[in-house]
């Protein structure tokens, strides 16, 4: 479900125009950088997103009665009832940031169907969102700023391209894929005629694709998982119309597409890949509408297309609405009060900032709440303010590191821009005596030689 950045590094790569993959590639990133879906609610939107959008199915025809009356009826794709309760439960717990409870859920979800990809894929979209939320990978600014996250990704080579990640934490979440794939191959094997085996896979490839974008940062196989799940949720459609969930990806499609500059979106439609913004729009809309089991997902993409589209009040409403249902979730009070400096409601967002850093649910990401802090500080012009936000997130209670380096950056930045130069200076040269984080240390670098200007920050609004 990191939606934003695999839909738009995919959906420009067809099989037919492969020899175009450096070029498309690279555009792919910036349409990402413009889109910002994944600018969303961190978990509960960009990731969430990505995650939840394609391994939440519905049930379909098949009940839990069936299933004990009959055995091989355990192995089809629709889901027994009560397995899509298991679902429903542990969805509301990832979207609270409950790993835990979550986890258990879709733990008993494998025991009850084992031969099922359902258990699998939801226990690793949880190992995954878990993992980006210690590393702090689920902050809504960290996306949308093509020359950070995507530092080199318009150079790199298929073979070598990606970060190292935790061992233990990639052997666990591939196991666990690499057992949903054999499932869900072997559903549709089963019956390719079957939307809901189709759904399933391609709530694999989906989620395949969200996991390297966002973690190793493989940009070339989360294009290749990416288009393989849209066509498999575009079969979805073809066997069941009226199969909503499958609307969530086709529907991002359809905006992301219809978004591109007029250019790229003839080459695009000669490779016959073609989409339109309202009608993208009208299908995420409806997936709302019919409060199918990827309903609040929808939300979360059309959080990001009102974002992006300016639409800021709308984007309001929604959060408001997925803060009353999940409000433990303290990533989504971080997106309402940044969208609250959007509406040039500054006091306001402010003191929802404040709010949060005494909020004993946010405590563990106490730095990621000082960095958005600043970065909407910042936004307001009150430098002073901002450079002391981004100071404090490193020496939070568990910072991260990698955040912490970013925080420093962005510190001295800060300076330069009130016109404190030789402050600027000292956090350019702390930012240089720890490791690269993306492409930290060339802009430290380019930050001793001259001082930073604000058009320069690639990630303004």
């Not at 025809?61 to 439960?89: H, K, M």
């Not at 025991?111 to 902050?139: C, F, M």
């Not at 019956?191 to 694709?209: R, S, T, W």
Request: hydrophobic fraction near 40%; proline fraction near 3%.
């Amino acid at each position: 479900m990191f939606v934003a950045i695999y839909y738009a590094a995919i959906f420009l790569t067809p099989a037919n125009v492969r020899n175009a993959t450096h070029a498309i590639g690279a555009l792919g990133l910036r349409i990402a950088d413009c889109v910002r879906v994944a600018r969303g609610v961190a978990t509960q939107t960009a990731l969430i997103l990505g995650a939840v959008t394609f391994a939440w199915a519905p049930s379909l025809g098949q009940t839990a009665q069936s299933a004990i009356q009959n055995p091989q009826s355990a192995i089809r794709a629709a889901l027994p009832q009560d397995v899509v309760e298991l679902r429903r439960e542990g969805n509301e717990a990832l979207y609270n940031m409950d790993y835990a409870t979550a986890r258990a859920k879709f733990e008993e979800i494998k025991k009850r169907i084992p031969q099922h990809p359902a258990g699998d894929l939801y226990v690793a979209t949880v190992i995954w969102l878990e993992h980006l939320n210690k590393s702090r990978r689920l902050q809504t600014s960290l996306y949308k700023n093509e020359s950070s996250f995507y530092a080199g990704a318009d150079k790199a080579k298929e073979e070598s391209e990606g970060d190292a990640v935790d061992p233990g934490v990639d052997r666990a979440f591939r196991d666990r894929m690499a057992q949903a794939k054999t499932k869900a191959l072997a559903l549709v094997a089963r019956n390719k005629n079957d939307a809901d085996a189709q759904y399933f896979l391609g709530a694999y490839y989906g989620v395949m694709a969200g996991y390297e974008a966002s973690t190793a940062r493989k940009f070339y196989s989360a294009m290749r998982n990416g288009s393989r799940s849209v066509d498999a949720h575009e079969k979805t459609l073809k066997l069941d119309p009226n199969y909503y969930d499958a609307y969530l990806s086709v529907g991002m499609y359809d905006y992301i597409v219809g978004s591109l500059p007029f250019m790229y979106k003839a080459f695009a439609a000669i490779a016959g890949v073609r989409g339109n913004k309202q009608r993208g729009i009208t299908r995420l809309k409806g997936v709302v509408e019919k409060e199918a089991a990827t309903a609040d997902d929808a939300r979360v993409m059309l959080l990001a297309i009102y974002q992006n589209e300016k639409r800021y009040e709308d984007a309001l409403a929604l959060l408001d609405q997925l803060s009353a249902k999940y409000p433990r979730s303290y990533l989504i009070k971080l997106e309402r009060a940044y969208t609250l400096v959007s509406l040039k409601r500054a006091n306001d967002a402010f003191a929802a900032f404040e709010d949060l850093l005494k909020d004993p649910s946010a405590t563990p990401a106490v730095d990621l709440v000082h960095y958005q802090y600043a970065e909407a500080l910042a936004l307001n012009k009150e430098y002073k303010r901002a450079a002391e936000h981004f100071l404090e997130a490193p020496k939070s209670k568990g910072a991260d590191a990698n955040l912490a380096t970013l925080a420093l950056l962005r510190a001295a930045q800060i300076y330069d821009l009130a016109g404190q130069r030789n402050d600027a200076v000292a956090q350019y040269k702390a930012v240089l005596a720890r490791p690269n984080v993306y492409d930290t240390r060339e802009q430290a670098e380019k930050g001793l030689k001259h001082p930073f200007k604000e058009k320069e920050k690639g990630n303004g609004d």
